[in-house]
């Protein structure tokens, strides 16, 4: 169902995670790896504070497109902007990295 570029991709961003101090340096090489998989699109991370986002880590390219929020843990959120995917599943799994990661890291 997933290529194997999508899967290689995805064991990268878990395994860099692991070898980092703290969250926002997990968050920033995943989100550096994941809009190198996806070109020309925008990933960050923001943690909520009651009304206010608080930017946490990201890396992409910038566009003038309406960015896409997903609240995938209690105060996180992760914009994306510019995204498609092949598969549906890609973002799920992706929320479902960025729940790991802020879950091992925080």
């Given at each position: 169902m997933f290529s194997d570029e999508f899967k290689e991709m995805v064991s990268s961003?878990?395994?860099?995670?692991?070898?980092c101090e703290n969250l926002k340096s997990a968050l920033e090489k995943?989100?550096?790896?994941?809009?190198e998989f996806y070109p020309d699109t925008k990933l960050w991370f923001a943690k909520s504070f009651g009304k206010r986002w608080c930017f946490l880590a990201g890396a992409g390219t910038d566009s003038f497109i309406q960015p896409q929020r997903i609240e995938y843990q209690d105060g996180y959120a992760a914009f994306l902007q510019n995204?498609?995917?092949?598969?549906?599943d890609e973002k799920?799994?992706?929320?479902?990295?960025?729940?790991?990661?802020?879950?091992?890291?925080?």
């Amino acid at each position: 169902m997933f290529s194997d570029e999508f899967k290689e991709m995805v064991s990268s961003c878990i395994a860099e995670s692991f070898r980092c101090e703290n969250l926002k340096s997990a968050l920033e090489k995943s989100a550096k790896i994941i809009t190198e998989f996806y070109p020309d699109t925008k990933l960050w991370f923001a943690k909520s504070f009651g009304k206010r986002w608080c930017f946490l880590a990201g890396a992409g390219t910038d566009s003038f497109i309406q960015p896409q929020r997903i609240e995938y843990q209690d105060g996180y959120a992760a914009f994306l902007q510019n995204f498609s995917f092949a598969h549906e599943d890609e973002k799920a799994v992706l929320i479902d990295l960025f729940r790991i990661i802020t879950n091992i890291q925080k």
